[in-house]
């Protein structure tokens, strides 16, 4: 479901990175990253997509040696 709500590929969300969700006083959570297809830059404001921030609060990989945001057995 994550996927419908963003357009994020299921390659990008294998990669996505902790260090790529950013926090926004006024507006709340958004994602930075690079897509694997074309390398260009996609921007992603979670405040417009609840359901997707739900999706990352209830599958977030919390353990501090990894640096992916999701858990591995996610997929």
Do not use: C, W
């Not at 357009?7 to 926090?23: A, E, P, T």
């Not at 507006?27 to 996609?42: F, P």
């Amino acid at each position: 479901m994550f996927q419908v709500y963003t357009g994020f590929y299921y390659n990008d969300l294998q990669i996505l990175k902790k260090k790529q969700l950013f926090s926004d006083i006024e507006y709340g959570n958004y994602i930075i990253s690079e897509r694997d297809k074309n390398d260009h830059a996609a921007i992603l404001p979670l405040f417009k997509f609840p359901s997707a921030a739900e999706i990352i609060k209830r599958y977030r990989d919390i353990n501090p040696d990894t640096n992916l945001l999701f858990k591995r057995n996610v997929y």
